[in-house]
Structures are given as C-alpha cells and as structure tokens.
C-alpha cells in the first residue's frame, strides 16, 4: 500500500522557518521524483518544489532562495526546510511521489502552514 505522510506543518510568524517532512512507504523511492505542492484558501494548487531520483532541484520563482528541498533516500524521507516565510506561503502543503520508470503518482494528505503574526 502506497502511503506518503507529510508533517512539520504548524503556525509561524512572518520571518520564520518551518521544515516539513514526507515519509514514504509502498514506493520504490529511489526511482522516484518528490514534489512538493501547496494550496490556499480559494486557490488552486500550485508547485512549490522537485528534487529528482538524482539529486537534481527545481524551484518555483515565489520560493526560489528561501525553501530547499532534499531527500534522504536511505530513510525514504523527502523534506522542505522553508525559510524568511511570508504570508503569502500560507497553505496546505502536500508531497508528491512520482516513479519515473511507470509514471504512477502518489500524493499525501497535506499538512497545514500558517504564517501569521
């Protein structure tokens, strides 16, 4: 059974840093590309991040110089350290497995970040 579960989430004032975490199970990880996702209230969700099976990173321009994104493939553990948050990275954060041999994705619950003083 696939399952990938995201924690770290939580309430921080603006300037802050939160890291979340996505712990991945049933999946081939090391043949896989993770991703990071959000959604706002009212918004579609939109790509926050992608670090593929090797090594290589992507980054939307809203979070370019403030979030990384890294993978611990012995651990199956893809993370978000996210840094200077703003506001406006308020959001359901979800991670995303892709296998890059099949193509079949696989998404978790989300886990909340709210910035706000």
């Known amino acids: 059974q696939v399952q990938l579960v995201e924690s770290g989430g939580g309430l921080v004032q603006p300037g802050g840093s939160l890291r979340l975490s996505c712990a991945a199970s049933?999946?081939?990880?090391?043949?896989?590309?993770m991703s990071w996702y959000r959604q706002a209230p009212g918004k579609q969700r939109e790509f926050v991040a992608r670090i593929t099976l090797g090594g290589s990173t992507i980054y939307a321009d809203s979070v370019k110089g403030r979030f990384t994104i890294s993978r611990d493939n012995d651990k199956n553990t893809a993370s978000l350290q996210m840094d200077s948050l703003k506001p406006e990275d308020t959001g359901a954060y979800y991670c995303?497995?892709?296998?890059?041999?099949?193509?079949?994705?696989?998404w978790g619950q989300g886990t909340q970040v709210t910035v706000s003083s």
């Open positions: 049933g999946i081939i990880f090391s043949l896989s590309d």
């Open positions: 995303k497995a892709r296998n890059r041999v099949t193509g079949y994705e696989s």
